[in-house]
């Protein structure tokens, strides 16, 4: 059983890494031009910049929940979002991929952690696992990484 359960965390591991079945995080947000990261093209909703501190915003959240038993819920959608199309600072897009990675790590962490249950719901939770808080990082991560594909197509 052991040898499964391992099997399965390097698998959710790869899966939180992306790039099996397309770009990984750093090459798509890579392609994104300093000019380009506050632009919202005609038609859209959002930013580079704002799809970008949203996936950091939600990823700290998931690891948050994962990790403390005094998790406090954020506002939907307030809090999730940055309100500004540009970033605040000529440093803000770097900081933020360096806070996303380093998130994304503590989570492989905690997922590759034999000590950690996988399976095992959260106490201060209502049925949500660390498997299941793993797979919807994955998920939302992969979802506005499409969003970032085709906002780089459009701006082009």
């Excluded at 590759?112 to 808080?133: I, K, M, N, Y």
Aim: charged letters at 25%.
């Amino acid at each position: 059983m052991d040898n499964e359960v391992d099997a399965l965390r390097r698998q959710v591991v790869a899966h939180i890494r992306g790039g099996m079945a397309y770009e990984t995080f750093e090459q798509i947000i890579g392609e994104f031009a300093a000019n380009m990261r506050g632009v919202v093209p005609i038609g859209e909703e959002r930013s580079a910049w704002q799809i970008l501190g949203h996936m950091h915003i939600t990823l700290a959240d998931i690891l948050e929940f994962s990790t403390n038993p005094n998790y406090k819920e954020m506002n939907w959608p307030d809090d999730y979002w940055p309100l500004e199309a540009e970033p605040p600072a000529t440093d803000s897009w770097e900081n933020a991929i360096d806070a996303y990675l380093k998130d994304r790590g503590t989570l492989e962490d905690l997922v590759v952690d034999p000590t950690c249950d996988l399976f095992a719901p959260f106490s201060w939770g209502d049925g949500q696992t660390l498997l299941r808080e793993a797979l919807l990082a994955a998920d939302h991560q992969s979802y506005h990484l499409g969003e970032l594909v085709m906002l780089r197509r459009l701006l082009k």
